[in-house]
Nanobody, 121 residues
Framework: QVRLVESGGGLVQAGGSLRLSCAPSGSIFSINRMGWYRQAPGKQRELVAIITSGGITNYADSVKGRFTISRDNAKNTVYLQMNSLKPEDTAVYYC???????????????WGQGTQVTVSS
């Protein structure tokens, strides 16, 4: 796996905003699809948003209109801008890539370590 480094989580009040970032460590040539997933206590991990290398995006219905996923291909970094946060957005957020081209070849299915997002009411 490729090591994905996430940052930007924290504690915020309902209605507030946070911005998550994720980038791989090491020498990376390109990344295909990048995305964010989340897992709340006692629940399964779920898709939040994904973005292809060409910039096509897809969002979970629960975050449409509030969250925006973007990427900087020059930096191999993906972002998740989260606005109008709700207590039900509280979860550990994980960065994911489906396919990464490294100096040693393609690496499939990498995950970050997760970053906690807590939204208080």
């Amino acid at each position: 796996q490729v090591r994905l480094v996430e940052s930007g989580g924290g504690l915020v009040q309902a209605g507030g905003s946070l911005r998550l970032s994720c980038a791989p460590s090491g020498s990376i040539f390109s990344i295909n699809r990048m995305g964010w997933y989340r897992q709340a206590p006692g629940k399964q991990r779920e898709l939040v948003a994904i973005i292809t290398s060409g910039g096509i995006t897809n969002y979970a219905d629960s975050v449409k209109g509030r969250f925006t996923i973007s990427r900087d291909n020059a930096k191999n970094t993906v972002y998740l801008q989260m606005n109008s946060l709700k207590p039900e957005d509280t979860a550990v957020y994980y960065c994911n890539t489906d396919r990464v081209r490294t100096t040693t070849g393609w690496v499939y299915g990498s995950w970050g370590q997760g970053t906690q997002v807590t939204v208080s009411s």
